[in-house]
C-alpha cells in the first residue's frame, strides 16, 4: 500500500474528477459555439438550457474536486523540472481552478441579471444571485466570453505541456493521471 | 308575567328569523373597478425547466360584486398584451411576436365571467377568457375582502397557452416551454361612479 501523503499517481477519484470535467468542458464550448449563432427561439433556448445544466454541474464537480484535492494531495512534479518550469505549471493549474469557478458563476450571475433562472436538468431551479440588470448582464456576457478564451488558451497549454513531459522529457507526468495504466505504481523491488 | 315573557321571546325569534331571512335574499351587487396603480396582474410560465414570471402593466377590470348576490355578480377585464413585461425585452419582443401571442393581431384579452359560487375559501368564478382570438372557459378561484383598508380581490387561475393557440412554429413544443401557465392577481376595488 503506498503512503497516501507522498502519492506517485493521481487517485482514481482525482481522475475521474480531471476527465469528467474536460469532457464537460468540451461539451460546454461546442454548446456555446454553436448556440451563440442561432437566432433567439427554441433550438437557442434548449442549447442555452443544456448549457447551463451542464456548467452547473462542472460548479458542483469542482468544489467536490477541490475539498478531494485538500485530503488527498496530488502527487509531486517530476524531479528535473526547472525552477521556472514550475511555477509555470502551479501557476496554469491554479488558473484552471479559478476558471472553473468563475465561468460557472458569471454564467449563473448572467442569467440571473437577464431574469431568466437557471435549471439543473429540469429537476431544481437555482435561486437567482443578482436582481433583473441589463448593464450588469452585458458587462458578465463579456467577462463569461473573455474568461472563456482564456480558459481555451490554458487548456492549449496544458495539454502541450502534458505531451511535452510525455514525448520530449519521457517521465509519467500524463500517464499517471490516465486509467488502465500502472505508471507511477511502485514497482516491486527487483534484487539487483 | 310569563304571558309578557313568552311574548318577548317569540317576537326576538321572529325578528331574528326575519333579519336571516333578508340577508340570505339576493342582495345588489356593488359595481368597482380596480384601481391600476394598486392593482396586479401577473402571469408564471415554465422556460427550460424554470419558472419565469411577468406582468400585464395594463389592464381594465370592472367587477360587479357582492357576497349575498353572487347571481347579480360579474367580472369584466380587459387585457393589453403588448402591456407584457417578464422582465427581459428579448423575450417580451418574442413573446408578443407572430409566433406566441401575436400582438399585431390580438392586442387585447378579455375575461367575461356571470356564474359565481361559494366554496370553501372564497369564490369561484366560472368564466371564459378570450386571447389569440380563441374563446376557452377558465375558471377562476379568488377571495373578496372588505376592510376598513379597503375592498380587495385577490386570487388566480391555471390555463394552458396552446389552449389558445398562444405558440406556432417551433413554440407549439412543450419542451422548453411549458404549456400550463399560472395567472394571479390582486386587485384593489374602488367603487364605481
Redo the contacts between chains.
Keep these: 500500500m503506498p503512503d497516501r501523503r507522498f502519492p506517485t499517481r493521481y487517485s482514481a477519484v482525482a481522475q475521474g474528477f480531471h476527465w469528467v470535467i474536460a469532457a464537460l468542458i468540451v461539451v460546454q464550448f461546442t454548446l456555446a459555439w454553436t448556440a451563440v449563432d442561432l437566432p433567439l427561439g427554441v433550438h437557442k433556448l434548449a442549447l442555452l438550457a443544456r448549457h447551463k445544466s451542464f456548467g452547473m454541474t462542472v460548479l458542483m464537480l469542482v468544489v467536490l474536486r477541490l475539498l478531494w484535492r485538500l485530503k488527498n494531495p496530488p502527487p509531486a512534479l517530476p524531479p528535473g523540472m526547472t525552477p521556472p518550469q514550475r511555477k509555470l505549471a502551479r501557476i496554469t493549474h491554479a488558473a484552471f481552478y479559478v476558471l472553473l469557478f468563475a465561468m460557472p458563476l458569471t454564467g449563473w450571475m448572467m442569467s440571473s441579471a437577464k431574469n431568466y433562472s437557471v435549471s439543473w436538468f429540469g429537476i431544481f431551479t437555482w435561486p437567482n444571485l443578482i436582481g433583473k440588470n441589463e448593464t450588469a448582464f452585458k458587462l458578465l456576457l463579456s467577462t463569461h466570453h473573455i474568461l472563456s478564451y482564456a480558459l481555451f488558451g490554458i487548456a492549449v497549454l496544458h495539454i502541450l505541456a502534458a505531451l511535452k513531459h510525455h514525448f520530449w522529457n519521457k517521465d509519467d507526468v500524463l500517464l499517471r493521471m490516465l486509467p488502465f495504466t500502472n505508471a507511477g505504481k511502485p514497482k516491486p523491488e527487483k534484487r539487483s | 308575567m310569563i304571558r309578557t315573557l313568552v311574548a318577548a321571546v317569540a317576537l326576538c325569534v321572529t325578528a331574528t328569523v326575519a333579519a336571516a331571512v333578508t340577508a340570505g335574499a339576493a342582495g345588489t351587487a356593488t359595481s368597482y373597478l380596480a384601481d391600476p396603480q394598486q392593482s396586479r396582474l401577473q402571469f408564471a410560465g415554465q422556460?427550460?425547466?424554470?419558472?419565469?414570471t411577468g406582468v400585464f402593466h395594463k389592464f381594465t377590470a370592472a367587477v360587479e360584486f357582492a357576497p349575498d348576490a353572487l347571481a347579480s355578480s360579474q367580472f369584466d377585464v380587459q387585457i393589453d398584451v403588448n402591456s407584457l413585461d417578464?422582465?427581459?425585452?428579448?423575450?417580451d419582443t418574442?413573446m408578443r411576436g407572430a409566433d406566441v401571442f401575436d400582438v399585431a393581431h390580438w392586442s387585447t384579452a378579455h375575461y367575461v365571467a356571470r356564474n359565481f359560487t361559494k366554496t370553501a375559501t372564497g369564490y369561484k368564478a366560472a368564466g371564459a377568457l378570450t386571447m389569440h382570438g380563441i374563446t376557452k372557459d377558465v375558471p377562476v378561484d379568488f377571495q373578496f375582502t372588505q376592510s376598513a383598508a379597503g375592498v380587495k380581490l385577490v386570487g388566480h387561475a391555471q390555463l394552458k397557452r396552446l389552449d389558445f393557440g398562444v405558440g406556432q412554429g417551433?413554440?407549439k413544443?412543450t419542451?422548453?416551454?411549458g404549456d400550463a401557465v399560472k395567472v394571479s392577481f390582486s386587485l384593489v376595488l374602488k367603487p364605481k361612479g
Design positions: 422556460q427550460a425547466g424554470a419558472e419565469f417578464t422582465l427581459d425585452n428579448d423575450r418574442t417551433d413554440w413544443s419542451e422548453w416551454v
